[in-house]
């Protein structure tokens, strides 16, 4: 039994049956939680992100950031901001683009989102070579226009699960049977207007829409700035049980050995735009990230890379470009969705495409 299960099952004792919402927090952000002490990126890891496959990804995104900030008018002072950047890869090969503009260079700061004092040591050593201002806060800061990032963040946060049973909506539930958590119902029907067959499953996200409507807000407070979402999920509402554990690479039963697996759902993209349209910004996308990053340049960056390289780095390349943009088994190109947040009304690079591949 793991320290988190053990809490859950005095928890449920003395309180009765708590959300889905509820679990996942503990199970994630508890102190012997999944994020506390145990390493899951890479292939050592339970999962690979998109910027651990290859530089490539990294450096569009900075790309990108350059591109927002020149759109804005080249604002003094800014924050390159990252939500969740977990060893700091992606930093990493954003700045090594946007640090070629002595102007951005100049007018940024460095600032990473993320409550692990391990994960923050692991961070500096990685970033501080490349950004001579680098700070760490608990959100979103907001004394300066941002320019953020946030991969694969947004699929963490805490979902809650309705199930229709007899006309009405019933939260589900994670209750114990002896020293045994399963999944339960609550008995009272919840406020909840929809309609949907007997037995579906609708998902809630009241802290991913908080989340987006908060970036907005600041982007529309200083009239200038950009946020970049890129995460697996799909782009119009649906009923569904999308929650999912990840361990050592391969799905994993959700309520076993809690705090060791890693905890996630997939993002509903229009419920994000809608939230972050509230605030009044202009919102592009969704759309794939294969057609996102090939519009971007994927394939004259990974050509440049493999000039005069050996075939076997060559045939690494390729491999990547097909894991990044490609859209078959094990591809991340159209089950990876790419939203844009942005004071400036004029459609960003990679978002022409919307029509044609939002996925």
Same mark, same amino acid.
């Given at each position: 039994?793991?320290? @988190?299960? !053990?809490?859950?099952?005095?928890?449920?004792?003395?309180?009765?049956?708590?959300?889905?919402?509820?679990?996942?927090?503990?199970?994630?952000?508890?102190?012997?939680?999944?994020?506390?002490?145990?390493?899951? &990126?890479?292939?050592?890891?339970? #999962?690979?992100?998109?910027? $651990?496959?290859?530089?490539?990804?990294?450096? =569009?995104?900075? *790309?990108?950031?350059?591109?927002?900030?020149?759109?804005?008018?080249?604002?003094?002072?800014?924050?390159?901001?990252?939500?969740?950047?977990?060893?700091?890869?992606?930093?990493?090969?954003?700045?090594?683009?946007?640090?070629?503009?002595?102007? #951005?260079?100049?007018?940024?700061?460095?600032?990473?989102?993320?409550?692990? +004092?391990?994960?923050?040591?692991?961070?500096? !050593?990685?970033?501080?070579?490349?950004?001579?201002?680098?700070?760490?806060?608990?959100? @979103?800061?907001?004394?300066?226009?941002?320019?953020?990032?946030?991969?694969?963040?947004?699929?963490?946060?805490?979902?809650?699960? &309705?199930?229709?049973?007899?006309?009405?909506? &019933?939260?589900?539930?994670?209750?114990?049977?002896?020293?045994?958590? @399963?999944?339960?119902?609550?008995?009272?029907?919840?406020?909840?207007?929809?309609? *949907?067959?007997?037995?579906?499953?609708?998902?809630?996200?009241?802290?991913?829409?908080?989340?987006?409507?908060?970036? *907005?807000?600041?982007?529309?407070?200083?009239?200038?700035?950009?946020?970049?979402?890129?995460?697996?999920?799909?782009?119009?509402? %649906?009923?569904?049980?999308?929650?999912?554990?990840?361990?050592?690479? *391969?799905? !994993?039963?959700?309520?076993?050995?809690?705090? $060791?697996?890693?905890?996630?759902?997939?993002?509903?993209?229009?419920?994000? !735009?809608?939230?972050?349209?509230?605030?009044?910004?202009?919102?592009?996308?969704? /759309?794939?990230?294969?057609? #996102?990053?090939?519009?971007?340049?994927? =394939?004259?960056?990974?050509?440049? =890379?493999?000039?005069?390289?050996?075939?076997?780095?060559?045939?690494?390349?390729?491999?990547?470009?097909?894991?990044?943009? %490609?859209?078959? +088994?094990?591809?991340?190109?159209?089950? #990876?969705? @790419? =939203?844009?947040?942005?004071?400036?009304?004029?459609?960003?690079?990679? &978002?022409? /495409?919307?029509?044609?591949?939002?996925?």
């Amino acid at each position: 039994m793991t320290p @988190v299960e !053990a809490r859950l099952l005095r928890r449920i004792a003395l309180t009765g049956p708590i959300s889905v919402a509820e679990y996942m927090a503990a199970c994630l952000t508890d102190p012997d939680g999944y994020y506390s002490g145990r390493e899951p &990126f890479g292939a050592a890891g339970d #999962f690979v992100t998109a910027p $651990e496959i290859s530089q490539m990804f990294g450096e =569009l995104l900075g *790309a990108f950031v350059l591109d927002r900030w020149h759109a804005d008018g080249r604002p003094e002072a800014v924050d390159l901001v990252e939500l969740g950047p977990g060893r700091g890869t992606l930093m990493a090969d954003a700045l090594r683009v946007a640090m070629r503009d002595p102007g #951005f260079a100049a007018a940024s700061r460095v600032v990473l989102v993320d409550a692990s +004092p391990r994960l923050r040591a692991i961070q500096e !050593a990685a970033l501080a070579p490349l950004h001579p201002r680098l700070l760490w806060r608990d959100g @979103v800061p907001d004394e300066r226009p941002i320019y953020l990032l946030a991969n694969e963040f947004f699929d963490a946060l805490p979902i809650r699960q &309705f199930v229709r049973r007899g006309g009405k909506w &019933f939260e589900r539930t994670i209750g114990r049977d002896g020293d045994r958590l @399963v999944f339960g119902l609550s008995p009272f029907p919840a406020p909840l207007k929809a309609d *949907a067959p007997e037995g579906a499953m609708r998902e809630v996200r009241p802290a991913a829409d908080a989340a987006a409507r908060e970036i *907005a807000a600041i982007i529309a407070r200083h009239g200038k700035g950009a946020a970049l979402i890129v995460d697996y999920g799909y782009d119009r509402p %649906g009923d569904g049980d999308t929650l999912q554990a990840v361990r050592r690479h *391969a799905y !994993a039963d959700i309520l076993a050995d809690p705090g $060791e697996a890693d905890l996630s759902a997939h993002v509903d993209f229009s419920a994000l !735009a809608t939230a972050a349209r509230i605030e009044g910004v202009s919102v592009h996308g969704p /759309v794939g990230q294969g057609p #996102f990053l090939l519009a971007l340049g994927l =394939l004259a960056r990974a050509g440049q =890379l493999g000039a005069g390289a050996s075939a076997e780095v060559q045939a690494r390349l390729h491999a990547d470009v097909s894991r990044l943009a %490609g859209e078959g +088994p094990g591809e991340m190109g159209a089950l #990876f969705k @790419v =939203l844009a947040v942005t004071a400036n009304p004029t459609i960003p690079p990679g &978002f022409d /495409v919307v029509g044609r591949h939002a996925g």
